[in-house]
């Protein structure tokens, strides 16, 4: 009972404006440097031995698609919260996610496009992985949809929730499309069993991006919570004037 | 820096990248600032939220 008073308290929308007031410009800073180093990293490392330079193209498309599945997970996980606890705060988490996941998703798709023509010869190809990024895409934009077409946020948050959650299935399928059908796409090389097939030269600058981009992700996760807290208030603010000038109106 | 015979690929995969993230942290920063300005225009009128009430109260 403790355990859940103290969540409830880091929970409360004004305990959390207070929180992340103070940690916003840490989480900057920190995400400028990891950028800054993982840009340099980028370009200092050297070509690949098949790919040549496009392999750099890998230091900003990995992370982006990473991004776009973990975000959507963390929509899922807000989902979640939201139906069972009807936490406005996991509904003001889902609904500020889902513009910077299909931001990523987008990225992912287009600098896998850039990638994939010189490799592969081609822009695009209907295949698993591919295909099923670009349904991530679509729900992501579904997503948006809905809690732009439902007025209430608390009636919107529901049927968002509902639509994230049976939506979900499509994360496992991206992850193993790869293992599970024919696919041009490559199969996993850095979070698999037996460990990392890329050379540390060109893993240290990926690794050091995915870290610039879940850091950039986090700041503009909380920065989105933010606004959407203070538009709620606002919008609450806005109906009580509305009140108290009709019944004003009334009394005389 | 000579990015071989695909470079075209490469700056324009960075670029929109950069194009993207840019247009992210604006709207980010605008969002928030907009709802401030909202909310302090209101507080200004004298309306009050009824949590914000609540605390002023002795």
Not at chain 1, 212 to 223: D, E, G, M, P
Request: net charge positive; charged share 15%.
């Amino acid at each position: 009972m403790k355990l859940m008073g103290k969540f409830a308290t880091l929970a409360n929308p004004s305990f959390f404006m207070g929180l992340t007031d103070r940690v916003l410009p840490w989480l900057a800073v920190v995400t400028a440097a990891l950028f800054a180093v993982g840009l340099y990293l980028s370009f200092a490392a050297p070509p690949d031995y098949q790919q040549g330079e496009t392999v750099r193209i890998m230091f900003i498309h990995v992370p982006a698609a990473w991004l776009a599945t973990m975000c959507y997970t963390l929509i899922a996980i807000s989902s979640v919260g939201s139906l069972i606890w009807r936490h406005p705060l996991a509904d003001v988490s889902a609904k500020a996610a889902a513009p910077i996941g299909a931001a990523f998703t987008f990225l992912a798709l287009l600098t896998g496009s850039l990638w994939g023509k010189p490799m592969w010869g081609t822009y695009w190809v209907w295949d698993a992985r591919l295909t099923s990024v670009l349904v991530l895409f679509f729900l992501y934009l579904g997503l948006i949809a809905l809690w732009d077409a439902i007025e209430e946020p608390s009636r919107a948050g529901r049927a968002a929730a509902i639509l994230a959650l049976v939506g979900f299935v499509n994360v496992p399928i991206i992850k193993f499309s790869v293992d599970w059908w024919n696919t041009l796409h490559q199969p996993a090389s850095v979070m698999r069993l037996g460990g990392s097939t890329i050379h540390p030269a060109l893993l240290t600058p990926l690794l050091v991006m995915a870290l610039a981009y879940t850091s950039l992700f986090l700041w503009l996760h909380i920065k989105a919570m933010r606004a959407e807290i203070l538009r709620r208030r606002v919008d609450a603010m806005t109906m009580l004037r509305v009140s108290q000038a009709a019944e004003l109106k009334a009394a005389e | 820096m000579d990015l071989g015979q695909h470079a075209a690929f490469i700056w324009v995969a960075y670029g929109a990248t950069a194009l993207i993230i840019g247009g992210l942290v604006a709207r980010a920063v605008m969002e928030e600032r907009q709802q401030k300005k909202a909310l302090i225009k209101l507080e200004a009128q004298g309306v009050r939220r009824r949590s914000a009430r609540g605390q002023s109260r002795p």
